[in-house]
């Protein structure tokens, strides 16, 4: 065998690699899939390791060979997953894939788009009764086919049948490789530092351009002096917001970053809404902040005076939503980065195994 031929039948087998690898992945949880670079890294060992003992490189058969010894990506998806009871590791990928999929994409758009207007034109338009009907419904049969379908399942586990996926799966069969996962990753951040970069601009220019928030009502509205205390830690947070995608794009090689950069600019902004809620909330003395306040020539129309009390509580309202959803997010982003720590401690301590027991 020459070395281009070497050559090739090497790219062949790593392409056959990176395609199991690929499929595998699609089967396992986002919580689990860091331990997909650990299960690589074992076949490739193993690849490795036969080649030391041929001294030869192995053609796309032999290599098909290991792949089959080690099961359907969804048998290893099912063996990398946390054990289930009910249903076991083989069959839980593909159960899991199913009631996603006649749950949330069959059952679902049915209920909103064919049986919602039905339940309407019964109801002689009557909004409430159909939505109430409707939901009725939808909660019904969520429920019967969640548990049909569990019940499938729970059966075929018992029956030990297993598709006879071990058997007839073929390797060579394996979907093409998608494009790497980075670009996306780095496009994504890019686009992240672009909409930031334009957003500080757009702050610089509104101490001078009140019409790029206010628009037509600067004519007789403008904003408070609550906007001018907090308009430079407002800018301070735009800036790390922006800092942020671009250190990730210059740093690729600090996987942790995204996760620490994204809960610390929760936490800024977290922070930053939380002191302009409470200075805009009026104390017992009276005393308190509006985010727009009425021109001098607006001041007596009583019209201008509701319009302007009816933006400051929307804005209000908006920022008390803001802040209940940065705290959502802060929890979740906080559980994820403790989470990919624990993840990056232990993985190698507990490596996957790909053979099957």
Known sequence: MNITNCKSSSRNSMNLVDRYVQAVRFWVPKAQQDLIAEM???????????????????????????????GA???????????????????FPIYV???????????????????????????????????????????SGLFVAAGMITLVFAILERTQVQLGLADKWDP?????????????TLFHSFCEAMFSSIAIVWLLLLPHYSG???????????PGLLWHTFYIPILLVALVGFLRPAITMSRPQWPWFPHLAQLVQTGLTLILVHAMLNASIPTVNGDWHP??????????????????AIVNVSIL???ASTWLGLSIAGVIQTWQFLQYL???KFVTAQPASLQAQ
């Open 40 to 70: 690589a890294e074992d076949l490739r060992s193993q690849i490795e390791a036969k080649e030391a003992e041929l001294d030869r490189p192995l053609d796309e058969s032999e290599v098909s060979a290991i792949l089959k010894r080690c």
């Open 73 to 91: 990506p969804m048998v290893v998806a099912g063996r990398l997953g946390s054990k289930q009871y009910l249903i076991g590791p083989t069959l």
């Open 97 to 139: 894939f199913v009631l996603k999929m006649v749950l949330l994409w069959i059952l679902l758009p049915i209920f909103i788009f064919i049986i919602g207007p039905v339940n309407l034109g019964n109801t002689g338009g009557d909004w409430g009764l159909a939505v109430a009907r409707t939901f009725g419904d939808l909660w």
């Open 172 to 184: 060579r069969s394996l979907p093409p490789l998608r494009k790497q996962e980075r670009k996306p």
């Open 212 to 222: 790029l928030i206010l628009g037509p009502a600067r004519a007789f509205l403008q």
């Open 291 to 308: 985010f727009v306040v009425l021109t001098d020539a607006a001041r007596n129309s009583a019209q201008y005076i509701r319009v302007a």
């Open 317 to 319: 309202i908006s920022l």
């Open 342 to 344: 624990r993840k990056k």
